[in-house]
Structure formats: C-alpha cells, structure tokens
C-alpha cells in the first residue's frame, strides 16, 4: 500500500543589514557550502524566498541562479558600484528615534511619521541609486521561484510584498526594498513611493506564513533592538512553523564596523560571513535534516 507523507515547503527568510548585510548573508551560505555542500543546496532551493532590504538583493541573486562562489567573489572584488550615502548611522538612528516620539501614535502612524521625514531629505536621485542596485544584480528579471521582497509605503506606513505577479520590476522592487530613509531616497511606482523594508522588521518573517519551516539569516546579534515589536529573534521563535535562526555572531558583528552602509565593509564581512558559515553548517545540517 502507498503511503502518502506531507510535504514541507521551505522558505529562507533573508534579512535587512546593509551592504554589511548582503555580504555576510552570501558568506554565510559560501561557508556552510564548504562544510556541507548538500546543505547549502537545499537553502539555495528553498521553496520560498523571502527578501527585506539587504537579504531583497540576496534573494534576488539567489534566484538568478548565479552560482554561490561567483557570487562570494563579487562581495570580496576590489571594485564595486556600491556608492557612500555619506550619511552617519547615528543620524539615521535619530531619526528613527523622532519619528518614534509620540506614545498615542500606532505602528502605522509612525511608519508614515518616518516615511514623510525619508520624502523630505534630499539624497542622491532615484535614478543614480537604481543603477547601483542594476549592477548588483546578476539579472534584472524575476526567476521562475517564488522570491518575495519587501517594502513599506511612505504615505500609508503599509507593508508591501512585491514578486513576480505585482507588475513591478525586479530592479525597481529590490531598489524599493533597499531605500533606507535618510540615506537613500524613496522608490516611486506606479504613483508612489516605498521605502525600506526593514524599516518596521528587519525579517518579516511573517512574509513566509505558508511555508511550514525557514531558515532566517539575520545579519544582527541576536539581542539587537527593535525599534517595532521585540526584535528578530522573538518574531523568529514566534513563527508558525518550524524555525532555525542563524544572527551574526560577535566576530562578524566586529567586521561589519560602525556603519554597516560603507561600501568598505564588504569585503571584512563577506569573509567574517564565510568563517561562520563554516561553524553554522552542522547545526543548519540537522535542522534541515539534511546528511
């Protein structure tokens, strides 16, 4: 007789961290790739991937199907497109923090709060910053996965999920995802404007519900603050499904330096990624189930 077994559907949940982020996540799945290549195949293949701000570029990459080390070797290359916002981390915290002021606004309100302050800064043009987002994509077209990318509508405080049935192009929805408020200018489609993903959640793990198990890659420790509900790793432990997280650890936190947004700490974290990749992989092993 036939016995029939559920299928698990699978996601990777990559999450927001700058260029810092994007790097350390390709590291991460470059090393558990040269302990267990089977392992990191199988979180290449994740049926679902789901990308917020940085991880929107990893996501992105992934699905081109670009293979892991090429795209390892474009994180460590001497030269990049990536340009400097010149914009200090501690100004963008501040930010934050006014926008956050008001203990009557709603999640929503403050969202829009920050949106109008990320409207109002005068950053380089759309259109400079959408060709430096052009060049880290191997591609510039959805893939036949299933690739989610996250953004929040500037005028409504809305979290938006784009993928390859919004009408919205790759490069536009990842530059979308990508527009951290102060550094980088909002993202007009279609008549608005979206900025960064990970400004409300840096995983959004919530972007994954259907799928019955993830794999999140946080480019963060896993105490780090949130701004927005408990963090990372309490949104993680609440998923619905199965959960393994995998935060940066305090070598890698090291490499990323005082601004996670400098174009030069890609390489010092593509390689602090790679190290503790290498140390991950068991554990990533057995939560997959994966020999």
């Known amino acids: 007789m036939a016995h029939w077994f559920p299928v698990t559907t699978r996601g990777l949940v990559l999450a927001g961290g700058g260029l810092a982020g994007i790097a350390w996540e390709t590291g991460i799945l470059c090393g558990i790739a040269d302990e267990a290549p089977d392992v990191a195949a199988a979180l290449v293949a994740s049926d679902v991937l789901v990308g917020t701000s940085a991880g929107s570029t990893v996501a992105a990459q992934l699905g081109s199907g670009v293979p892991l080390e090429e795209l390892f070797e474009r994180q460590v290359a001497e030269q990049s497109h990536e340009i400097d916002s010149g914009v200090d981390i501690a100004a963008i915290t501040e930010l934050f923090v006014d926008a956050m002021l008001d203990p009557n606004a709603g999640d929503a309100d403050k969202l829009r709060r920050i949106g109008e302050i990320a409207v109002s800064i005068d950053t380089v043009p759309e259109a400079l910053r959408r060709s430096v987002i052009e060049h880290r994509l191997p591609s510039h077209e959805w893939s036949d996965r299933t690739v989610r990318v996250t953004a929040i509508d500037v005028a409504t405080g809305e979290l938006v999920v784009f993928d390859s049935r919004s009408g919205v192009g790759l490069v536009d929805a990842v530059a979308a995802s990508c527009a951290v408020p102060g550094a980088w200018p909002p993202v007009t489609i279609g ?99 994966v020999r």
Do not use: W
């Open 191 to 289: 008549g608005r404007r979206y900025m960064d993903g990970g400004v409300g959640s840096s995983v959004n793990v919530g972007v994954a519900a259907d799928c019955d198990a993830i794999v999140a890659l946080v480019p963060a420790g896993a105490d780090a603050p949130s701004p927005f509900g408990g963090g990372a790793a309490r949104e993680v432990a609440g998923f619905g499904g199965s959960a393994l997280a995998v935060f940066a650890s305090d070598a890698s936190l090291e490499a990323f330096g005082p601004n996670p947004l400098d174009p030069a700490c890609r390489v010092p974290s593509a390689r602090a990624g790679r190290e503790q990749g290498r140390r991950e992989a068991g554990r990533v092993a057995t939560f997959l189930g």
